[in-house]
């Protein structure tokens, strides 16, 4: 459990339209099926039907034509989803890290670090990196020479940022994400593989989420791109040259081949393969 809320505030802060007591207490978001009395759950699809009809759950967010199936307290909105991660954000907010770098980080003495940094246990930072004001880097992650990471971005345990890699504001890279390694470029040599130097970037725009164990190449001679606000789930893989677009969001499993190019506003679904 996070923090508590009563019903009243919940509305005040978020909107819609609350029909029961304002001074209800809420301390924990559940699903439809929990029997937490004091908590809060959301439905937006007619196969959990029963759930709603039985749930024991101290209030529901739904839609306003959903209410001829329930008849308790209730929070009308739109966007029962939306509303529901919200109140989730609001009970469970990020832990705050104290400002401070651990003895045991290794940072090199050209790197440039800005304010209120949290760097934790046996950070590795290489010459010439660009920390901007509020980044947090957990323990044992990598970050390459010539790399820039801007505000308040977070770096999971034990993930590697590649060399030169250009990283925006308010990003999260989850566990074991490795951002610009080397493209899979060969040349074919009579019977042998040569391969090709991979002297492209990663950027990555603001606002962007990469998850546990997935990587992403950086480009053979251009840079890969992934824009502002994508999202991608564990264990996708994105080749070198790639573009991906505005606010599209990948999920897990997800292979994309070198040189594809995908709009904005996509969704993609997990293990789906994409060519180059």
């Known amino acids: 459990m996070g923090q508590s809320v009563t019903c009243g505030e919940l509305v005040k802060k978020l909107g819609g339209e609350l029909i029961g007591n304002p001074n209800l207490l809420i301390d924990s978001v559940a699903s439809l099926d929990s029997s937490l009395k004091n908590s809060i759950s959301f439905f937006n699809n007619s196969k959990y039907l029963d759930s709603l009809k039985n749930t024991s759950v101290a209030i529901v967010i739904l839609a306003r034509e959903d209410l001829i199936h329930y008849k308790g307290p209730a929070i009308i909105?739109?966007?029962?989803?939306?509303?529901?991660?919200?109140?989730?954000?609001?009970?469970?907010?990020?832990?705050?890290?104290?400002?401070?770098?651990?003895?045991?980080?290794?940072?090199?003495?050209?790197?440039?670090l800005g304010k209120d940094?949290?760097?934790?246990?046996?950070?590795?930072?290489?010459?010439?990196?660009?920390?901007?004001?509020?980044?947090i880097l957990h323990a044992?992650?990598?970050?390459?020479?010539?790399?820039?990471?801007?505000?308040?971005?977070?770096?999971?345990?034990?993930?590697?940022?590649?060399?030169?890699?250009?990283?925006?504001k308010n990003c999260i890279l989850y566990a074991g994400s490795v951002i610009g390694s080397d493209g899979f470029g060969y040349a074919k040599d009579d019977n042998e593989w040569f391969a090709i130097p991979q002297i492209g970037r990663v950027i990555l725009g603001d606002n962007v989420d990469i998850g546990a164990n997935s990587t992403i190449d950086r480009g053979t001679?251009?840079?890969?791109?992934?824009?502002?606000?994508?999202?991608?789930?564990?264990?996708?893989?994105?080749?070198?040259?790639?573009f991906i677009g505005e606010n599209t969001i990948i999920a897990g499993c997800v292979g994309i081949a070198g040189s594809a190019k995908i709009g904005k506003n996509c969704?993609?679904?997990?293990?789906a393969m994409i060519l180059g």
């Open 77 to 112: 909105t739109n966007n029962p989803y939306l509303y529901f991660a919200k109140v989730s954000r609001l009970l469970n907010p990020n832990k705050n890290f104290k400002k401070e770098i651990h003895k045991s980080a290794n940072i090199h003495h050209t790197s440039k």
């Open 140 to 168: 044992g992650s990598v970050i390459e020479a010539g790399t820039i990471i801007g505000a308040y971005s977070i770096v999971h345990p034990h993930s590697v940022i590649k060399s030169n890699t250009i990283i925006g």
């Open 267 to 271: 969704a993609i679904g997990g293990a």
């Open 117 to 135: 940094l949290y760097i934790g246990p046996n950070v590795v930072i290489e010459e010439n990196v660009t920390l901007n004001d509020g980044v």
């Open 221 to 242: 001679l251009d840079d890969t791109i992934i824009s502002s606000g994508v999202k991608i789930d564990n264990l996708v893989q994105i080749g070198h040259n790639c």
